[in-house]
Structure formats: structure tokens, C-alpha cells
């Protein structure tokens, strides 16, 4: 499979809606809510609905990698020498999803917030280290579960975080190499239809391989 470099062309049909119901958001919540409506948008359409609402996502087991935590990650979570940008992405996503009905995992450096626990399932853990032992699927809050939705944006794709950046340099691993590899761990994980989603490349699952939307 080659690398995709096409973007997803759905329009956000919903960010009006969000705005009234949000009121002023800090920049991270805002890149939540729009992907919120991107996922929504894309499900309706893949559903032959039209737009979506957010309740599309009700009853939807969804995991979303590089979720972002309640603080910047600890420097000894990393191989030397690593610079890490002294700020953090909160989990935004995985909350809007969990209140809006969808069974949410989130993985990421970072810790997560115990005030969270009831609306997602956050799991602190090296996703480069989990992916390049093989090891996505065995974490054990993951084991034998099947998902409709596997979800990372600005973690992968054409703008890595800086983490990701860090941790694959002191590999000496090039990033398409590790989407690859990710790629293929994460397909088995997938239900029948089920949706790959790397940033603004997005595929469907049928049968035993994916198949990339918007080409």
C-alpha cells in the first residue's frame, strides 16, 4: 500500500452548531470539535445519509492514537537526546466522543485525568515502542476488542507531532515506514467496514483489506 497524500474533501458542515453550543473554545477543543464533524461527516456519507450529526458516533467503539493528555509527557518516557515542546494537547476528542454516546480508548504519552475514567478509557503507553514489537492489539485494555473507528490526526500523516518525530529519529526510522507498520497492526483491529482515519486519509475496511476513500 502506498502512502496516501489526498485529502478528504467533505466539507465542515457543522462548525456553526458547535460554536453555538460551545461558545468560545480554546484552540485545542476547537481541532477537536472540527474532527468531530469530520468523523461524523464522513460516517454519514459512507452511510449514504448526507452530514452528520455528533450523535452518529452513539454506541461507536472508536480508538484514537496520540490522544493527548492532561500534561506534556515525562522527558525520561524518551530516548536521548529528545527535545519536547513544553506544552500539551488535552484530550478533547475522546471526551466529546465519550459524552456523546461512543465507546472511546485513547493512547498517548501523557497521563490521563481521573475525572475522565467515566467518559473514556485513557492508556498511557509508547506507541512507537507498542507498534514496533507488534504489540498495538496486546495492550491489554485493547486485547479482543473490535473497533468501528481508528483515529489519529497531527500525530501521523503529513504533520507528525514532534513526539513522534523524536521517537522515531533515535530509531532511525522513517515515518511511512512506522504508518506501515501501524497500518497493518491496526486492519485486524478493525470491524467489517470499519474506518482507518490518519489525518485527512482515510480508508474503510472490506473484507480483509482496506480500501482508501476519495481517490
Same mark, same amino acid.
Given at each position: 500500500?502506498?502512502?496516501?497524500?489526498?485529502?478528504?474533501?467533505?466539507?465542515?458542515?457543522?462548525?456553526?452548531?458547535?460554536?453555538?453550543?460551545?461558545?468560545?473554545?480554546?484552540?485545542?477543543?476547537?481541532?477537536?470539535? !472540527? &474532527?468531530? %464533524? =469530520?468523523?461524523?461527516?464522513?460516517?454519514?456519507?459512507?452511510?449514504?445519509?448526507?452530514?452528520?450529526?455528533? @450523535?452518529?458516533?452513539?454506541?461507536?467503539?472508536?480508538?484514537?492514537?496520540?490522544?493527548?493528555?492532561?500534561?506534556?509527557?515525562? &522527558?525520561?518516557?524518551?530516548?536521548?537526546?529528545?527535545?519536547?515542546?513544553?506544552?500539551? !494537547? @488535552?484530550? !478533547?476528542?475522546? +471526551?466529546?466522543?465519550?459524552?456523546?454516546?461512543? @465507546?472511546?480508548?485513547?493512547?498517548?504519552?501523557?497521563?490521563? %485525568? @481521573?475525572?475522565?475514567?467515566?467518559?473514556?478509557? *485513557?492508556?498511557?503507553?509508547?506507541?512507537? %515502542?507498542?507498534?514496533?514489537?507488534?504489540?498495538?492489539?496486546?495492550?491489554?485494555?485493547? +486485547? %479482543?476488542?473490535?473497533?468501528?473507528?481508528? *483515529?489519529? !490526526?497531527?500525530?501521523?500523516?503529513?504533520?507528525?507531532?514532534?513526539?513522534?518525530?523524536?521517537?522515531?529519529?533515535? &530509531? &532511525?526510522?522513517?515515518?511511512? =515506514?512506522?504508518?506501515?507498520?501501524?497500518?497493518?497492526?491496526?486492519?485486524?483491529?478493525?470491524?467489517?467496514?470499519?474506518?482507518?482515519?490518519? =489525518?485527512?486519509?482515510?480508508? +474503510?475496511?472490506?473484507?480483509? +483489506?482496506?480500501?482508501?476513500?476519495?481517490?
Amino acid at each position: 500500500m502506498n502512502s496516501p497524500e489526498s485529502r478528504n474533501p467533505i466539507p465542515f458542515s457543522n462548525s456553526g452548531e458547535i460554536m453555538l453550543n460551545h461558545g468560545t473554545l480554546d484552540t485545542s477543543l476547537q481541532y477537536a470539535a !472540527y &474532527r468531530l %464533524d =469530520d468523523i461524523v461527516n464522513l460516517l454519514g456519507f459512507t452511510q449514504g445519509a448526507g452530514n452528520g450529526t455528533w @450523535k452518529l458516533v452513539n454506541g461507536l467503539t472508536v480508538l484514537d492514537l496520540g490522544c493527548g493528555s492532561i500534561s506534556s509527557p515525562d &522527558r525520561s518516557s524518551f530516548d536521548s537526546p529528545f527535545t519536547v515542546l513544553n506544552m500539551s !494537547y @488535552k484530550p !478533547y476528542l475522546c +471526551r466529546l466522543l465519550g459524552q456523546n454516546g461512543a @465507546k472511546a480508548y485513547g493512547i498517548d504519552l501523557g497521563e490521563g %485525568d @481521573k475525572e475522565d475514567e467515566a467518559t473514556y478509557t *485513557h492508556i498511557q503507553t509508547n506507541i512507537v %515502542d507498542q507498534v514496533l514489537t507488534n504489540g498495538l492489539a496486546q495492550i491489554p485494555q485493547l +486485547r %479482543d476488542i473490535q473497533f468501528d473507528i481508528i *483515529h489519529s !490526526y497531527c500525530f501521523l500523516g503529513g504533520s507528525p507531532s514532534p513526539v513522534l518525530e523524536n521517537c522515531l529519529s533515535v &530509531r &532511525r526510522l522513517e515515518g511511512s =515506514d512506522f504508518n506501515m507498520l501501524l497500518i497493518n497492526q491496526a486492519t485486524p483491529m478493525l470491524k467489517n467496514k470499519g474506518l482507518l482515519l490518519l =489525518d485527512n486519509n482515510y480508508y +474503510r475496511k472490506e473484507e480483509s +483489506r482496506l480500501v482508501k476513500l476519495f481517490e
